[in-house]
């Protein structure tokens, strides 16, 4: 079982900066991905970056160079995955959902996402 819970969404002018944080429990030992997807009005939700346990991050395209994933690897029961976005844009404007999941020679092995945190950027 995971536990995920978001925190720092929140309303910013274009330019601005937010930083998400998601505090993540389970009750299994094994290797985990962190990362953050997210849901824009009247959008499907679409992946925003993810984090390993051995630092490697991965972003989608349009948030490269603006955003950071970073996790605190606290345990491999629980951990914290940030989410430092600068230079914002409406287009930024979504839903952020925290996500988890296994790691496995073929993909995840199961996935987790969290509730969700609004982030509004007003022109």
């Known amino acids: 079982q995971v536990f995920l819970v978001e925190s720092g969404g929140g309303s910013v002018q274009t330019g601005g900066s937010l930083r998400l944080s998601c505090a993540a429990s389970?009750?299994?030992?094994?290797?985990?991905?962190l990362g953050w997807w997210r849901q824009a009005p009247g959008k499907g939700r679409e992946f925003v970056a993810t984090?390993?346990?051995?630092?490697?991050?991965?972003?989608?395209d349009s948030v490269k160079g603006r955003f950071t994933v970073s996790r605190d690897n606290a345990s491999d029961r629980q951990d914290t995955v940030y989410l430092q976005m600068n230079f914002l844009t409406p287009d930024d404007t979504a839903v952020y959902y925290c996500?988890?999941?296994?790691?496995?020679?073929?993909?995840?092995?199961?996935?987790?996402w969290g509730q969700g945190t609004q982030v509004t950027v007003s022109s």
């Open positions: 996500y988890a999941a296994g790691d496995g020679p073929g993909g995840p092995t199961w996935q987790s």
């Open positions: 389970r009750s299994a030992f094994s290797l985990w991905t």
């Open positions: 984090v390993t346990q051995n630092g490697h991050t991965i972003y989608e």
